[in-house]
């Protein structure tokens, strides 16, 4: 009896891509994940507020897709469309679930997606400042010996940035070379007004 032949795919036979869907769906999960992480070296009672950052941030994160330099299609119209869920997802009821006053105080602050954010660099450390403060805020609201060590709301902001960006797909040196060149000229930098 013959052996059953295998079925090896040849090299210029790509694997299967996962849907639009569950690309959103897996990146949807990791945000999660890395705001679970980020909250595990603070109190308990802080997690709500770090998720809501977390989220947040991610938000506008995706929302940087209409800045980014276009990729052949069709992987350009893929990635807009998975942003644009990402980015949906993250503001819907089953993400947001118990963190409303905590994303009502970020909107109150006005630590909410624009447009601006994406593109324009004082936009970005004003967040940065905002989602430091309110989480210094949030702990400040703890008793004395139950409160983080000083600076690590700079460190959970900073890592939830690299996570965020790292798990969208938009890293540090991409953002910012898409905000310098996108528009209809260079952007010249502080550097190289000297």
């Known amino acids: 009896m013959a052996p059953n032949p295998v079925f090896l795919p040849s090299m210029s036979e790509s694997p299967r891509r996962a849907t639009p869907e569950a690309q959103a769906k897996q990146r949807i999960q990791d945000i999660l994940r890395a705001a679970e992480s980020w909250s595990r070296e603070a109190p ?3 997690t709500p507020s770090i998720r809501a950052v977390c989220i947040r941030l991610a938000e506008m994160v995706a929302d940087q897709r ?3 330099t276009p990729l052949p299609e069709p992987l350009e119209s893929e990635r807009r469309e998975v942003l644009g869920m990402v980015a949906d997802q993250l503001r819907s009821s089953p993400v947001t679930d118990g963190l409303e006053p905590h994303l009502k105080a970020l909107e109150e602050l006005e630590l909410r997606s624009t447009g601006s954010w994406a593109i324009v660099d004082s936009a ?3 967040w940065i400042t905002t989602a430091i403060r309110y989480l210094e805020g949030c702990a400040g609201r703890l008793p004395t010996g139950e409160r983080p060590d000083p600076y690590w709301a700079d460190d959970v902001v900073a890592g939830i940035i690299a996570s965020a960006r790292a798990l969208i797909g ?3 040196l991409h953002a910012r070379t898409e905000a310098r060149y996108s528009g209809p000229s260079k952007r010249v930098t502080p550097e190289e007004e000297l």
């Open 66 to 68: 209409h800045y980014l």
């Open 124 to 126: 970005q450390n004003e």
């Open 170 to 172: 938009i890293d540090e």
């Open 44 to 46: 308990g009672a802080l």
